[in-house]
């Protein structure tokens, strides 16, 4: 789901959404493997996977070889000698993990598999059954293997936040109200139907535009948040806030 145009600019009155990101604990791993930089590295990749897959499968590689290339591949995150490779002056995630992919693809992938790993639980819950029967779904798209990597992370980034927004409705009983108002997401504030909204809720529209400006400043929040794991300072966040509305509108 795309955000409005306001996300650019707004900014949540409320405290810096961190101190330590899942980022910097994944980067500390490269000095002290921990069970905590693992549940962090694996927060993470779990919105990353299948822009990954699909990443790998833009670039030539069948469904079986892009299935064990990409499992491989977390694997050889959990390895020091890659997290030991980020630079944290340089920051992203995002970035890391693509240029790691891609240079995996290059150097590694004949060697990683020629190893004979011991057995262990996997990085993040991975369906490829559901991730190829997705991806065969997905338009062709003539941008090269990395601008789509791109736009794929900003829409399951989104997807991710708006999964988050409606579990704290549904844990409100508000399941219904936020299945009414989600629409209220996309678009501008001047298009939406605020007077068909509350009649259909039994509210007035006054209520209604309050009740949908609280969720989309929520949803900015989760945004920003989510955002704010991926880079190693705060100061980076708007940054990527703008990236992602600029991959959004790439087409």
Avoid at 94 to 104: C, I, P, Q
Avoid at 139 to 166: G, I, R, Y
Avoid at 175 to 191: N, V
């Amino acid at each position: 789901m795309t955000p409005d145009t306001s996300l650019s600019s707004s900014r949540p009155s409320s405290p810096p959404v961190f101190v330590t990101t899942h980022w910097s604990v994944v980067l500390h791993a490269a000095r002290a493997d921990t069970t905590r930089a693992r549940d962090a590295l694996a927060h993470l990749c779990q919105i990353y996977w299948y822009p990954l897959y699909a990443h790998v499968r833009r670039r030539g590689y069948g469904p079986e070889d892009a299935q064990d290339l990409t499992q491989t591949f977390f694997a050889h995150l959990l390895e020091r000698q890659a997290l030991a490779a980020a630079d944290p002056t340089r920051g992203r995630f995002r970035t890391f993990l693509l240029a790691t992919m891609n240079n995996f693809l290059v150097s590694e992938w004949r060697k990683a598999r020629a190893q004979k790993r011991s057995p262990e639980a996997p990085l993040v819950s991975l369906d490829w059954a559901a991730a190829e029967e997705r991806f065969d779904l997905e338009p062709v798209d003539a941008a090269t293997p990395d601008k789509a990597f791109e736009k794929q992370w900003a829409l399951e980034l989104l997807e991710s936040v708006l999964n988050q927004l409606e579990e704290e409705y549904r844990r409100q009983d508000k399941a219904t109200l936020f299945a009414a108002l989600k629409r209220t997401l996309t678009g501008s504030r001047e298009t939406q139907p605020y007077d068909e909204l509350a009649a259909s809720l039994g509210l007035t529209e006054g209520t209604v535009k309050v009740t949908v400006h609280r969720l989309r400043k929520r949803y900015r929040e989760l945004i920003r948040a989510e955002i704010a794991n991926t880079v190693a300072s705060p100061e980076e966040v708007d940054g990527e806030m703008r990236h992602l509305l600029q991959a959004l509108a790439e087409r």
